[in-house]
């Protein structure tokens, strides 16, 4: 059974951090990333990284998002710095990713609710 298990959301002031992380069990994949979904709005992508560091990142995160990987662990992070009220999201792990979306047949992890105010 595959499972990807997001962690590290919260709640936290306009200008601060938080650190997701996304343990995946059941396979390794290539590429794995990042999307949110605001309140409204349709699901959307964040960050991928490759295998071997790789990374892209939507141009709203830019500077701001850092996304990495261990993977001995099979684990990915979304370091999120300089956080905005518009970074109020649900943010969802997912692989594998192929360019900025999920590949078919993709898994999804459950979620985990970031909240930044200002």
Known sequence: QV?????????VQAGGSLRLSCAASGRT??????FRQAPGKEREFVAA????????YADSVKGRFTISR???????????????????AIYYCA???????????GYWG???QVTVYS
Do not use: C, H, R
Request: aromatic share 8%; hydrophobic share 40%.
């Open 3 to 11: 499972l990807l298990v997001e962690s590290g959301g919260g709640l």
């Open 49 to 56: 990284i490759g295998w071997s560091g790789g990374a892209s």
């Open 110 to 112: 459950q979620g985990t």
């Open 29 to 34: 994949f290539n590429a794995m990333g990042w």
């Open 95 to 105: 692989a594998p990713i192929m360019g900025t979306v999920v590949a078919a047949g």
């Open 70 to 88: 261990d993977n001995a662990k099979n684990t990915v992070y979304l370091q999120m710095n300089s956080l905005k009220p518009e970074d109020t």
